[in-house]
């Protein structure tokens, strides 16, 4: 993988989390890095269904985005609920 891809992953692995992030509703506690991680593993995840459907993924196609954001609300959620909530001790 050359610097470009990793750069190009993290860009839209942001995007992909972002949009898992505004549709899964109410507050959650995550940093901007786990955001960007959710979205890659998800832009994978997603990608991977795409393949199993026999779906073309190279360049843009519109079932493989759809499978990146759920797998992006399904991470997001998941990693909500399990995630340590942060405690105010002061």
Do not use: C
Request: glycine letters at 14%; a positive charge.
């Amino acid at each position: 993988m050359t610097i470009g891809g990793i750069i190009t992953a993290i860009i839209f692995g942001a995007i992909i989390g972002a949009l898992g992030r505004l549709l899964v509703p109410g507050k959650q506690n995550m940093s901007i890095w786990l955001t960007v991680l959710v979205g890659i593993v998800a832009a994978f995840a997603g990608t991977g269904l795409a393949h199993l459907f026999n779906l073309k993924t190279d360049g843009w196609n519109f079932w493989e985005t759809i499978f990146q954001v759920a797998a992006a609300v399904i991470g997001v959620y998941l990693v909500a609920a399990l995630w340590p909530k942060k405690t105010g001790t002061h």
